[in-house]
C-alpha cells in the first residue's frame, strides 16, 4: 500500500508571523469501500469532526429525480418500463437492465456522468480558496479510476462481516449483494489504492477511534 506524505508545514510557533493573505488550503479526500463496509458511517463521523461530504450517490438520485435532462433522456432511452407507477425512476429496473450488460452500463454512463461531473465541479468550487476539508464519497471510486485527491480513504472490511450486518441491519438480498460485489473492485484492489486504511472489523466505537486517527492524518495533509 502507498502512503502519500505531503511536506509539513512548519510548527505554529514557527509561523506566528505567517502573512494573514496566506491562501486557505482545501483538503481533498476520496472515500471509498466495499458493499456495506461502513463508507456511509465514515462519512457521518467525519462530518461531525467537521469535514464537508459530497455524496456521489445522492447526487446522482438528485440528478435522476423526474423532469430533470438526465431523467428524460433515461426515459427516451428505455422507454416507460424504467419509470415506476409513482412517475419516478424505477431503480430496480434500470439496475437490472445495465447490470451484466456493458453496452446498456454505457449508455447509461454516457448519459449521467457528465451531467454528474459537472455538477459535482460546481459544488466543489464553493469551497475553492477555503480551507474546507471536503470528502468525496464514491463506492465506486477504484472502479471508476477517479483520481485528483489529496489522499484517498478506504474503509475495509471482510465482505463476509459487511453482508451479515447488512442482513441483520437492512434485510438485504443476500445473492444480489454478492453479485454486485463480485461486479466491483476486490477488497485488495481497494487496499492498493489507499493513502489511508480505515479498519472497520470492531464495533462503532472502535471505528470512531479510527476515524479520529484519520482526521488527524487529514489535518496533517494541510501542513504544507
Ligand atoms: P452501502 O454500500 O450500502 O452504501 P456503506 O458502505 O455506506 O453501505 P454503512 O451504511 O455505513 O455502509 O454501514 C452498513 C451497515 O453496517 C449499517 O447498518 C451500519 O449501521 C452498520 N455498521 C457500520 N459500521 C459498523 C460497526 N463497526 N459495527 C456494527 N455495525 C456497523
Redesign the pocket.
Known sequence: MQVTRLPRRPAPEARADRPRWRLATLIEIGLT??????????AAMLADRGAVVLDS?SLVRELQVPGTAVFEAIVAQWGERVVADDGTLNRGELASIVFDDPAELELLNAIVHPAHAIEMERRRSVYEGTDTVLVFDI?LLVEVGRGGFDGVVV?DLDPET?IQ??AA??GLDEADARRRMANQASRAERLDRADFVLD?G???A??AAEVDRCWEWIGSLGEG
Open positions: 469501500g466495499g458493499i456495506g463496509s461502513g463508507k456511509s458511517t465514515v450517490d463506492p474503509v459487511a450486518r447488512l441491519d437492512r472497520n470492531g464495533t462503532k472502535d471505528l
